[in-house]
């Protein structure tokens, strides 16, 4: 099976483990990763902000880098769905709607493509602790990916996972909103991070870079003794390994 990565600006600028992780999974699992070098920011920001025709710039960009991939995958819940609003991003347009569309029906957040295109809960990991889930806001509310983190991480060896209390709680980053919105997104972040803190887990987890470092910033300031991990980091036997 043959697999696009979208790596996501975040990954690449920030959290290049993630997307190593990431390609180094889906390999193990079967799949051929390509990496189209055309790819950009997907749109978001300008999009979330009120900047549509902007973003239409960088979707007619990645619509073109992923035109020909037979799946397209990246590690954030997030950008992934902002694929899925392509469509009504030109469906005054009927040639780049098309296209939009057909980018969006083979785009897949890494859980949702692992679980529900492979079929594969137990992909063979291992990491000893006690570790909570932040599920974040686009990838269950507006992508519709709840389940399938928590189907791959019960099948962890040696991982106790723990209810994160209050877990549907946004943790205040939503991109420009903890610019734009600074201090109402700091104590957003610090109720997440007592919520954590509450569990007494080793590690917290999450299929979206941004949410990880927005709650990762927070635990250090507080100075609190837990390792924030992306999901892929956690599946992929290597990097699991090396964080114990």
């Known amino acids: 099976m043959k697999v ?4 996501t600006c975040l990954v690449e600028a920030l959290n290049t483990r993630v ?11 079967g799949c051929e990763v390509d990496y189209p070098a055309s ?41 992934v769905t902002m694929f899925k609003h392509y469509p ?14 057909a980018l969006s029906d083979k785009s897949y957040e890494l859980t949702q493509f692992i679980v529900d295109v492979l079929n594969i809960t137990d992909v063979g990991a291992h990491l000893d602790g006690k570790a909570t889930v932040h599920p974040s806001c686009h990838m269950t509310r507006l992508l519709g990916v ?21 877990y549907y709680n946004c943790c205040g980053f939503g991109g420009t909103f903890a610019v734009k919105m600074g201090d109402v997104s700091t104590e957003m972040v610090d109720e997440k991070v007592d919520s954590i803190l509450a569990t007494g887990a080793d590690y917290l987890i999450g299929a979206d870079a941004s949410c990880l ?6 635990l250090k300031r507080r100075g609190a003794n837990v390792k924030v991990l992306h999901i892929a980091e956690v599946l992929n036997n290597q990097l699991a390994k090396a964080v114990q």
Request: negative net charge.
């Open 4 to 7: 696009s990565l979208f790596s």
């Open 19 to 29: 997307g190593i992780a990431t390609v180094e999974l889906l390999e193990r699992l």
């Open 39 to 79: 790819q950009v920011c997907c749109g978001q920001p300008a999009f979330n902000s009120g900047y549509v025709e902007e973003a239409k710039k960088a979707a007619k960009i990645m619509i073109n880098a992923f035109e020909d991939s037979e799946y397209v995958v990246g590690p954030s819940g997030s950008c």
């Open 88 to 101: 009504s991003v030109f469906e005054d347009d009927k040639e780049w709607y098309e296209r939009a569309q």
């Open 146 to 166: 709840v389940n399938q983190p928590t189907a791959l991480l019960e099948q962890v060896e040696g991982l106790e996972l723990v209810e994160l209390p209050h």
């Open 213 to 218: 470092m927005n709650i990762e910033g927070r």
